[in-house]
């Protein structure tokens, strides 16, 4: 699993172990939601040890892992935020870490503080750090596996970016859309996603795409000062 901006439009690639052996790769599909693509090679491959990038913080360590060799410190400094990629694709709840990408390529892993994965790194237009949650690289690249292209779950609103709001404000309400058949409001503002608290737009949709559509999902909106469960059956958007 790697970034897409790691491969280009290209149909083939070179993987260097870390053996120094040279291999050819097949690129199985690219998600320019994302920016998560799947290479395969043929050759057995160690697991890496995966962490959940949803339990970081602001002010936490995280390593960027060079292939080349040596890996560089970032801090944490937004747990789910809105950027735009290099090449123009807005990407809503990466990870943003202070400094720059510098030497990193894209798509070189970023690691906790015990050395496990917490997610893929993806350079921006303003040269800042985005770091894409190992969850969602992890649900997009099962789906490019089996399928050649990810299918995005859909709640069926329009959110309203505002940073006064905890939680993720629902501007519009899609008509037969599964939000409005599970009961969401427009004026309700997202609290919670299947057990998972969000204080924000973007920490919204990165929790909602770590789910799949067809899923039932309960969705809790705080409506008039109190929460509203909401049960929602998640729809596509491809």
């Known amino acids: 699993v790697t970034s897409g901006q790691a491969i280009g439009d290209a149909e083939t690639v070179t993987v260097v172990t870390e053996s120094g052996a040279v291999l050819p790769a097949d690129v199985i599909g690219h998600d320019p939601a994302t920016d998560v693509s799947v290479i395969r090679v043929d050759q057995s491959t160690t697991p890496a040890v995966m962490a959940q990038a949803s339990e970081l913080e602001a002010g936490d360590t995280v390593a960027l892992v060079n292939p080349s060799g ?31 990408l510098g030497s990193t390529p894209p798509g070189s892993p970023a690691v906790d503080e015990t050395g496990a994965v917490v997610g893929l790194t993806t350079a921006t237009a303003d040269a800042a750090v985005a770091v894409v949650p190992i969850e969602l690289a992890s649900t997009v690249a099962d789906e490019l596996i089996s399928s050649g292209s990810a299918d995005h779950p859909r709640l069926g609103v329009t959110f309203t970016d505002d940073a006064s709001v905890a939680g993720a404000l629902v501007a519009e309400v899609h008509d037969d859309g599964p939000a409005a058949a599970g009961g969401v409001l427009p004026g309700d503002v997202v609290v919670e996603l299947a ?16 789910h799949r559509p067809g899923e039932v999902i309960e969705v809790i909106v705080r409506r008039d000062g109190e929460p509203v469960p909401c049960q929602v059956k998640l729809g596509a958007d491809i």
Do not use: N
């Open 195 to 210: 057990g998972i608290g969000v204080d924000s737009m973007a920490a919204t949709i990165a929790t909602l795409r770590t």
């Open 70 to 100: 040596g890996a560089t410190e970032h801090m944490v400094a937004e747990e789910a935020t809105t950027t735009v990629a290099r090449g123009g694709q807005q990407l809503v709840g990466v990870v943003s870490l202070d400094g720059e």
